[in-house]
DNA sequence: TCCCTTGTAGAAGGCAAAGTGTACATGTAG
DNA sequence: CTACATGTACACTTTGCCTTCTACAAGGGA
């Protein structure tokens, strides 16, 4: 039975258990996971709160999931392979931009997760630091044609992926309007950024 | 004594500990703990490691701060009273970014602490909202003289902050070169960001 | 119908790190 | 001189939370 006896002793008739297979299981935790540690990181969000946040017990996420860690990790990985596919080999044409908000919007919770949390988390940045040092590369690369060697190009390199990221998460506070005009804007920003970078002061 | 005797039975001169009075002492702490805490952030600093930065036993530590919390606090406390003190009222007119960087120069640890790691921490992240907070305000209030109300002049409000503090950051990481050029610099990729968010597009 | 898998509920274990206590050493103010 | 605040050293307790274990319930295919 699916029934539930309260505290006050009354018994009520509760949710029919949802069985689900395995891997529908493991997707839907996933996707609980993904809502729940988006709101405050690993260390501050506890299994509890991810149990609570999937429907199911403790015991449930140890079936799919070695740890904590583990679990976490597959978070991870899943919201990275997946802006991975949205974004292409992401070679930061024009192209880019457009990629990068598709994705954001398919996935806010992963993409905020990654970029606001992960990244600042000593265990597990490493798994960010790939993407961005290679976004890095790819400014530094482009950068490179108009801005000499030196300080100011590494400081654009890392700055303009990273606010390109701000620019997003802010897109996706503000409610996600019209992502053609959103494109449009954030593509015009970093050409005011290069300007800055490259201009003679 | 000063002197110590190691695992070997060897007795060596130490250093003569050194005494300082409790205010000194304590400032001495809040040094070592921004450096400690601005590696990794809350909760991937130990007691220990801590302790260790500042030449210190973890005994010591809790003679000056009541519980791990309240050190920190008061780490923070003082980078945003130190943050505040060189920024003047933060008008956001043209002297604001000069004392940006003047700030970040004087206290990198404590600049990268309150924005890379406090505002991010859950528990912590209050005493950073505020801050955040008055430069969306201040921002808002620029701008809505040139962009209409709505989701873009939000999205601007809180992107230009956000984009002046990581062009900041990247300046400490690029190794603080040349702060006037900085400021200008950055000073026109913010008019940049502007002008894009204000485009009609 | 039978039985395996998926599921609940909650107690108990274990470990890392915070927090406390005690004993003792020493520079410095009074 | 001497008393106290400052300091070391280190063992101990507490706590929070991950992790494991046990016992039982129920859906659903063979």
Known sequence: MGDVEQDDGQVV???????????????????????????????????????????????????????????????????????????????????????????????PDGFRLLFRHAAREPDFRELIDSITAASREVAHRNLARRIPAGPWLDWAATLIPAFTLEAVIAWLDAGQPDPDQAAARISQAVRGVMAAAHASH
């Open 13 to 107: 008739a509760a949710q029919p258990i949802r069985r689900l297979r395995r891997a529908e299981r493991r997707e839907q935790i996933l996707d609980a996971a993904t809502r729940a540690f988006a709101r405050a990181g690993y260390n501050a969000t506890g299994l509890d709160d991810i149990a609570d946040e999937a429907e199911l017990t403790r015991a449930m996420l140890y079936r799919h999931f070695d740890s904590k860690a583990d679990l976490y990790r597959a978070v991870l990985d899943r919201a990275c392979v997946r802006l991975e596919e949205a974004t292409g080999a992401d070679d930061f044409d024009d192209s880019a931009i457009p990629a990068l908000l598709r994705a954001a919007a398919a996935d």
